[in-house]
């Protein structure tokens, strides 16, 4: 037997070639894996698209939902003005009512405190002061001025010693040469009477007037 070459191969030992899927089996699993990643990339847009959708519906129905709530808002402080106008409307004519038809007496009965306060005056002057006589006059014109009170029907009282033309009425007026002292109420000859709100008879009152 003669010497064994190097190059040749022991008995039994076999070429074996790569199968074809063993030679293309890590190619298509790339393709695989890409197509999975292309599916999962699709399906992520798909539902963003599907957020994105849901939240402008939600927008529209938010907006919608705001409008209908600010109308309803506009619409109850409207609705509240007019019923605020109607009932001071109503409190208005409730109360011209209510002057129309008690004015003769709440006139007469402030006429009967003039009266009583005349005859107070009188007795003063002429130095005839009978202590029972004072405290008859005095009782019946603060039961005169209670039963007034009562009633909505109050004295005049003016904020300042400046003459205000919507609550007085000047019955005599005297002349003054400092600036400061004109529209200066002196001195309070009657008083006056409101109804609420209303003027009843304005008080009469004596003031200065600047003569340069």
Do not use: C, W
């Not at 529209?183 to 004596?206: C, I, Q, S």
Request: aromatic share 6%; charged share 30%.
């Amino acid at each position: 037997m003669g010497p064994r070459k190097e190059n040749q191969k022991p008995m039994g030992e076999k070429h074996h070639l790569p199968f074809p899927e063993a030679r293309f089996g890590l190619p298509a699993r790339r393709d695989n894996a890409v197509r999975e990643v292309r599916e999962a990339r699709g399906n992520s847009e798909r539902q963003q698209q599907q957020v994105l959708t849901m939240l402008n519906s939600l927008q529209q129905n938010f907006t919608s939902l705001l409008q209908v709530v600010t109308n309803r808002l506009s619409y109850d402080k409207t609705k509240e003005a007019a019923f605020d106008r109607l009932y001071k409307e109503m409190e208005d004519l409730k109360v011209d009512q209510e002057l129309n038809q008690l004015r003769p007496l709440y006139i007469d009965l402030i006429l009967l405190i003039d009266r009583m306060n005349t005859i107070y005056n009188d007795k003063l002057d002429t130095g005839n002061r009978n202590p029972e006589l004072v405290n008859i006059l005095q009782t019946l014109s603060h039961e005169v001025l209670e039963i007034l009170y009562r009633r909505g029907v109050e004295l005049i009282v003016a904020p300042s010693n400046k003459f205000d033309p919507r609550i007085q009425q000047v019955v005599e007026v005297i002349p003054t040469k400092h600036p400061a002292e004109d529209g200066t109420v002196v001195h309070m000859v009657r008083h006056g009477f409101k109804y609420k709100d209303v003027v009843l008879r304005p008080e009469e009152v004596v003031i200065k007037k600047y003569h340069g």
